[in-house]
Nanobody, 116 residues
Framework: QVQLVESGGGLVQPGGSLRLSCTAS????????MSWYRQAPGKERELVAG????????NHADSMKGRFTISRDNAKNTVYLQMNSLKPEDTAVYYC?????????WGQGTQVTVSS
């Protein structure tokens, strides 16, 4: 059974950092494309960053390039999102997504709040 569990969210001051984790079960994160999305109140869910299986090529949304980094630890079957220089507009629920063939799986989300 495929399961994605996010953790690491919380309250952080502007300019601070957080690292989100997405631990997978039921499949190997090294074998499939993994992504982070976020959804702020009243807004649509948007792509934050993705990492493909072969070669580990990554992409990040333009507004987050240089601040956010997606990575993967195959031994822990976990995908991370390192977020630096956080801004109030980064406040959202962050979701992990796995694309396995034609199926899409989501985690339950973790809240990130950037506020002083």
């Amino acid at each position: 059974q495929v399961q994605l569990v996010e953790s690491g969210g919380g309250l952080v001051q502007p300019g601070g950092s957080l690292r989100l984790s997405c631990t997978a079960s039921g499949f190997l994160v090294s074998d499939y494309a993994m992504s982070w999305y976020r959804q702020a109140p009243g807004k649509e869910r948007e792509l934050v960053a993705g990492i493909v299986s072969a070669g580990g090529s990554r992409n990040h949304a333009d507004s987050m390039k240089g601040r956010f980094t997606i990575s993967r630890d195959n031994a822990k079957n976990t995908v991370y999102l390192q977020m630096n220089s956080l801004k109030p507009e980064d406040t959202a629920v962050y979701y992990c997504r796995a694309r396995i063939y034609t199926l899409t799986y989501w985690g339950q989300g973790t809240q990130v709040t950037v506020s002083s």
